[in-house]
């Protein structure tokens, strides 16, 4: 068995209470290994990003979880607001879709660099600065000296995307967690971000959990994947077998509806029908309805994840 750096059990959230209740993730677990990517995919609203907030101690206020996340032997679910600031931020990152929410516009790129590793690190504000000039050299932007003294919304779009890099980076986190971090982005800016991504990877030896709809990009960056379905894990492995040979329909239905190559940026869903809300589940398997297969079994209790092989899992009942 390998080691993973984080292990996600049962990992179940929900909102609200008593009727109104609503179940976002039901009993996700996955595993991540040090330095390898695992991708997240499925349709919005399947709990790609709540998952990701789970794992950074970032819930909406009035969220309960159940399960575990553990990191480093600790179940990151029971750590206090106080452990969560050794952890946030330091030891997990993440980069968000859109820079600009991320980033503080009244605070030049270098000051923000610094701050991380002067509160993180302990260092000077002499070394902070030229920490944050070698974190933006390391980001690929030019001119660096001078970079380090604007301010975010003075960058464009894919330079904002680097810097939000560099702080992910500043403190040599050992897992990234990266929310769909081209969506915002040009095509040809994407592929040197998701370039840039890979290389500081290997270099950092990082584990990285990336979030996209791109399946196309997943297949290429990833090692393993899990895809998600109205807050479920319904297919998981490598990504060669998941991807390669999807066994669940829903997995089945996003690789035939991957669009050709240069239109590849648009949204994935073009399964006939929708994610059912979340409020009202089904009681069988949730993708029955749209389930080119489904039977009068799959309609009969819910339908959890069992195992095709050593590495390769789908929660379907068809053989
Ligand atoms: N603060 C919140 N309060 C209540 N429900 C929420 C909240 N945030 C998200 N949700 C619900 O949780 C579900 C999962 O949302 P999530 O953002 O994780 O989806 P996603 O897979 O990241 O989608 P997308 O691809 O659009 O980013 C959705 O049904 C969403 O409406
Ligand atoms: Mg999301």
Redesign the pocket.
Known sequence: MTTSILSVENLSVS?GAGKNK?D?LKDVSFSLAPGKTLGIV?E???????TALAVMGLL?EGAQAAGQIVFHSRNLLELSAKDWTSIRGVRIAMIFQEPMTALNPVMTVGNQLGEMLIVHEGVSRNEARVAAIDLLTQVGIADPEARVDTYPHEMSGGMRQRVMIAMALACRPDILIAD?PTTALDVSIESQILDLLLTLQQKHGMALLLIS?NLAVISEMSDDVIVMYA?RVVESGPVTQVLGQPRHPYTRGLMSSIPDRNRQRERLPTIPGTVPP?RFRPVGCEFAARCPQAQDQCLIASVALRKLSDQHSIACLLP
């Open positions: 909102i609503t976002i499925g919005s609203g399947c709990g790609k990003s709540m909406p769909e709809h807050g979340l």
